[in-house]
């Protein structure tokens, strides 16, 4: 067994991927998210990250891939039909079926049903997450540090990665009619979505500046939001803001698994230490700071 694939294990996805596979072959409705971090034994605040960092791919991809699979399997039984095999593993219609091999497979269903060493390549490409394939990155150098709590003034933004700067410029225009833009401490974000696997209309991220109080009175949207307090690892990222997802993904499969710690219930946060303004792109500096029980 792989160590990415020990890891999983320990960390419940297994069961988690285990249970996708048994609804599928019963044709059972399949869990939603608390659910699934149920299964897993996880918090279901940070199970989603947890996920994506030990499999390579989000719960929905791991849906996708596995009725794929179960597909290709209920297509290499004698006799087997494409409609009754697209409604077996829940696709609305043969058609959609059809859609999905085309995408994912670069082949039909009637051509994977009658060439076996295509359809079996396919299984076996099919069989593992993502995770596995993945080469490990270099060690990491982690800290484990306990954090005070800090207020910040917080705008939730929706769209793409790369407007965020919007929503920090209208703290920070909110921040110098209130003269508080010189007392400016914190620049922080909290990404509530992976942005590698939404659409960037749909992308969910808090932004956040902290002054040193928390400010009375906020107009909406504006709100209060109180981060760190407690332990925390954190890993310092160095390069595009856009890699942090990535920095977070290797912090949660390399070091955590042989920490001897688990995840506490709140927000993992990103502490932005350099101004990409001002800051060439490849030595910006972020602070990953992940909260530990």
Known sequence: MSRIAQVRQHHGIDRVIAHLQACLRAG??????DALAAIAHQSPFHFHRLYRALTGETPGRTVARLRLLRALQLLGQADSRVTAVALAVGFESPQALARACRQALDATPSALRDDTALRERWQNALLLPAGDHAAEAVPLQVTVTTLEPFDVVALRTQGAFDDLDQAFGAIYAW?????????????????????????????????????????EGLP??????????????VLRHVGNYAGLEAATDALLRQWLPDSGRALRDAPLYYHYLDDPEDVPEAILRADICVPLR
Not at 187 to 194: E, T, W
Not at 196 to 214: I, K, S, T, W
Not at 220 to 233: K, S, V
């Open 28 to 33: 059972e409705p399949l869990p939603d998210l």
């Open 175 to 215: 921040a110098a009619e209130q003269g508080l833009a010189t007392q400016l401490q914190q620049l922080v974000g909290v990404a509530l979505n992976d942005h590698r696997d939404v659409p960037a209309r749909a992308c969910l991220f808090d932004c956040g500046m902290g002054f040193g109080h928390a400010p």
């Open 220 to 233: 909406a949207p504006l709100r209060a939001l109180t981060l760190g307090g407690g332990d925390h690892a």
